[in-house]
């Protein structure tokens, strides 16, 4: 596609519910990356896919948190059983490859009641 | 580990110039860049530094030292819409490749 595509955009579920995020990355881009902003704060790093390696998972706060990319391409963020400091705005980047700059989708704004 | 620093805000008037700096201590370095992010919006970018010196690109110039783990972005001819956090973030070599951190952001105000 034209550029990096999330869904949903807006998200509000019960404390205690599954969910995932979707991301779609530009077409041909190696590189994907999750990441997570709270209101007002910066990027918080979360996970980092680049091409056939092994994710860099460092960045995940608890179990609760999984990712995956699928043939290279989609990736889905997962958190289960949410808990209310799981609210934020999930941002998925690419790019091209490790060398490149990112590109972002618009966000998954997360909020757990 | 990982730290990179900014400042949390900046205020400046319309038309005046503003420097933005940052200080990071990695534990490897493969380039820095600066994004800007609009209230609301994603971060788009604005520049990109791997070696020592200035890089000029219009209105916006971004400047590394390596050796001071250093970085300033410098906005000239202030427009209100500059009004916006910008971010730095550092390139890190890590195990399964070359992930990229970010600080905090530095949230600009432009006044008229």
């Known amino acids: 596609g034209a550029g990096v595509s999330q869904s949903p955009s807006n998200k509000v579920t019960e404390k205690g519910k599954d969910v995932e995020l979707r991301c779609d990355p530009i077409?041909?881009?190696?590189?994907l990356y999750w990441y997570r902003q709270s209101l007002g704060q910066g990027l918080e790093f979360l996970i980092y896919?680049?091409?056939?390696?092994?994710?860099?998972k460092s960045g995940l706060p608890s179990d609760r948190f999984s990712a995956e990319r699928t043939g290279g391409s989609v990736s889905t963020l997962t958190i289960q059983r949410t808990q209310q400091e799981d609210s934020a705005v999930y941002l998925c980047?690419?790019?091209?490859?490790?060398?490149?700059?990112?590109?972002f989708g618009e966000g998954s704004r997360l909020t757990v009641l | 580990g990982q730290n990179i620093d900014q400042p949390t805000e900046m205020t400046a008037t319309e038309g005046a110039i503003v420097q933005i700096n940052c200080t990071y201590q990695?534990?490897?370095?493969?380039?820095l860049f600066w994004y800007q992010q609009h209230a609301g919006e994603a971060p788009t970018f604005l520049s990109y530094?791997?070696?020592?010196g200035l890089e000029e690109k219009g209105r916006f110039s971004s400047f590394l030292s390596r050796s001071k783990g250093y970085s300033y972005l410098l906005l000239k001819e202030l427009q209100m819409k500059d009004s916006a956090s910008y971010l730095c973030?550092?390139?890190?070599?890590?195990?399964?490749?070359?992930?990229?951190?970010f600080g905090a952001g530095t949230r600009l105000f432009v006044k008229a």
């Open positions: 980047a690419s790019s091209q490859d490790h060398t490149g700059e990112l590109f």
């Open positions: 077409s041909g881009h190696t590189a």
């Open positions: 896919f680049q091409g056939n390696s092994a994710p860099d």
């Open positions: 990695t534990s490897g370095f493969n380039g």
């Open positions: 530094n791997v070696l020592d």
């Open positions: 973030a550092v390139r890190d070599p890590g195990a399964g490749g070359f992930k990229t951190i």
